[in-house]
């Protein structure tokens, strides 16, 4: 069974950093996926972020561009997304799935909550 883990959310500062990491699982390999970084803001739609190709081909959405950074270690089977110069509108419940995601392979997410 896929699972997918998400860690390293938690309350900062704006203009603070935080590093999530999300853990895959029970069968599927990250390096060979489309990988993606998504988040859930209260009362707004889930949206992409961030997504690294099996290639390292890595597009942003224009929101987070210059400011976050998704990486991946293909040995540990984790996938990264390194958030910097954080807003208090970066507040949100973040997860990683597939590109394009597997409504089944969703995980418990990780809170991020920046003050300002």
């Known amino acids: 069974q896929v699972q997918l883990v998400e860690s390293g959310g938690g309350l900062v500062q704006a203009g603070g950093s935080l590093r999530l990491s999300c853990a895959a699982s029970?069968?599927?390999?990250?390096?060979?996926?489309?990988m993606g970084w998504y988040r859930q803001a209260p009362g707004k739609q889930r949206e992409l972020v961030a997504h690294?190709?099996?290639?390292?081909?890595?597009n942003y959405a224009d929101s987070v561009k210059g400011r976050f950074t998704i990486s991946r270690h293909n040995a540990k089977n984790t996938v990264y997304l390194q958030m910097n110069s954080l807003k208090p509108e970066d507040t949100a419940v973040y997860y990683c799935?597939?590109?394009?995601?597997?409504?089944?392979?969703w995980g418990q997410g990780t809170q991020v909550t920046v003050s300002s």
């Open positions: 799935n597939l590109v394009p995601l597997r409504r089944d392979y």
């Open positions: 029970g069968g599927i390999f990250i390096m060979i996926n489309t």
């Open positions: 690294i190709t099996s290639g390292g081909y890595t």
